[in-house]
């Protein structure tokens, strides 16, 4: 997915009335009524002089490049514009034809013809909707479409590709019949409201409609606890790093070239450090080692010691992205998919690599390299390297993360060079949307300052007054998210990513996804009832979804796209009254319910405890979900 930083506001400008009318009265029993009225309430439709919608009638193509000019405003031009025949220059929609082509949303017919009053087939509106989105194209698309619609071989060749993209992105609105796309027939206004819900991510179209999304019905509560206050150096833009120079430094500004590249925070007793930076060669002459070096400065007048509680870092290369099972046992650390994934699991198993020192003293006012470690990268490829450590600090220090092409390690002198006279390292992330008024799509972009949070601790219960959590009825489940981010909460409203203490202006407002941020969840499990019951602990990967705390929504088919890998340590009583302690590696795609990290058989009125933690890794996508269900 492209995450350019475009700002959305769809007007669906399909009559020529500037009604102020809401809540329109011809769509109260429409199967779309909530999408339309949402729309209509944040003045991104507008309806017709009698207050109308007319939710049945169709859509032209003229008014259909209208539309998409106002849902993606800033799209780019692509190629030079044209004049079709048929649409003549005092035509209502002439400029907005010719700018959705420059824009490459519509290509015309063969001869120079645009047919601007012809009802747009929803093959084309899909397609087009899907184009503007810059979703990856799939291979074997028609593959893909038999397993969504009964009617997949209805659809037009030009149009498959992009129709098997929106599909597997949960855009595609089928009513009444989820199954039946009805590819030839011409789009409504109800129809495309709804569709540019689900691209908006305006969560009122039912799912029910949404093609391949299964409703599971189950309660979603905020997840009690909260983060810590200790403080991360959080480096992870740019994450393709082209150019050398300053990654992240905490250093003060005074003395230094490029002053707003410092950001002036001091780092004392425990906190943690984190990164992930990737580089790529596309040809020979790209070939180069990148050197990411982590320097830390003492300011004070007395030595300073740096402990390293747990530290591991690897490429790429020494961790390739590969297909896993979707859960496998992980004691000895040898499952991993990706650097992110094996960094994590090292630090969860408390290990600190030899690379790294146990300890280091820092003379007054001198630096020391804390780390120098290389990205080696060679055409066509690109590699990349996690680091996380824990560290307690004696006194007040300063750190920054540099990168340099040397085919040799470089010495403090090359690495205080870059952060004196040096300037932000590129290329430059896409600059995060404003968080308010929010706009979809949002840019989150990446991360890098100091971050407030290393652990979120929580014992999950009833209630804060009461002990145990009371296991489901049999067949029901409840579920709490994990790593919620701005605008995806579940519903709950609860967001978990660790705010910014520090921050570049164009590096992201929180820590999304809390990389390397440790969870510990307790779940006192409490079987109220006088029978015995199966229940089931399970980490699941639902789809994002703010249309209510009584539903999640998976998929089915599966799609491919991994949202979730890493190790999950789990520890419980089995049903022997043995104490159990597994590393469990999880790959969770999109909208996947995922296994059982635990299956207990509780007798009438027993207590059972269940733990789990885990890091969350790099490399993965919010949310998910921790579930506890009794089986029917």
Known sequence: MNFRNISLAIGLILSLSNSPVLAFPDTQKDWAKNC?????????????????????????????????????????????????????????????????????????????????????????????MAGAKNYNSLPNPMQTLKQYFDDAAQIPNYAQSAIASATINSIVVNYPNVKQLKPLQSSTRGEVAALMCRALNIYTVPPQYIAGVTVQPQEVRSLPGKLDTIPTFNSNSPELVTTEGILLSTFPPEGKQVQDAHLNYAFQGRFDIFTHHIARAETANQNRIVYQGIIVHNPGNQPVTLQVLQAASYLTREAPFINLPDMADNAQSTVYS????????????????????????????????????????????????????????????????????????????EWQTILNTGSLAGK?????????????????????????????????????????????????????????????????????????????????????????????????????????????????????????????????????????????????????????TRYLHLVQRRGQPGEALVRLKMVAGEKRQVRVDFLYPPDSTPPQVLTVRTEG
């Open 36 to 128: 339309i009225q949402q729309l209509g309430e944040r003045k991104l439709i507008t309806g017709y002089p009698d207050g109308s919608f007319r939710p049945n009638a169709t859509v032209t193509r003229a008014e259909a490049a209208v539309l998409m000019l106002n849902a993606f405003p800033n799209a780019p031009i692509k190629r030079s514009a044209i004049t079709f025949k048929d649409v003549p220059v005092n035509y209502w929609a002439n400029k907005a034809i010719i700018t959705a082509y420059q824009k490459g949303f519509f290509s015309g017919y063969p001869n120079e013809i645009f047919q601007p009053n012809q009802p747009i087939p929803r093959a084309q509106i899909i397609g087009v």
């Open 338 to 413: 990706g650097p992110g994934s094996r960094t994590m699991t090292d630090v969860l198993q408390g290990k600190r690599q030899a690379i790294f020192p146990e300890q280091i003293v820092i003379a007054p006012g001198k630096t020391e390299i804390l780390t120098s470690l290389p990205i080696p990268v060679q055409a066509p490829g690109s590699n990349g390297r996690t680091v996380m450590m824990r560290l307690v600090s004696s006194a007040p220090v300063y750190l920054a993360n540099l990168a340099k092409n040397s085919n040799v390690s470089p010495n403090l002198t």
């Open 428 to 580: 430059r992330d896409p600059i995060p949307t404003p968080l308010d008024p929010p706009r979809e799509p949002t840019v989150f972009s990446r991360v890098a300052g100091v971050s407030e949070g290393t652990r979120w601790l929580a014992v999950i219960t009833d209630s804060p007054s009461i002990s145990g959590l009371t296991i489901p009825q049999p067949g029901k489940a409840f579920s709490y998210p994990l790593g919620t981010v701005h605008l995806i909460t579940l519903s709950t409203g609860q967001i978990q990513s660790a705010p910014m203490l520090k921050r570049y202006p164009d590096t992201a407002y929180f820590a999304h996804s809390n990389y390397g941020v440790e969870y510990n969840l307790s779940l006192p499990l409490f079987n109220s009832s006088n029978q015995t019951r199966t229940v089931t602990v399970a980490i699941q990967t639902p789809l994002k979804d703010e249309g209510g705390t009584d539903r999640l929504l998976f998929l089915n088919p599966q799609v491919e796209q991994v949202f979730f890998r890493g190790t999950v340590r789990v520890g419980y009583t089995d049903d022997n009254a043995r104490e159990q």
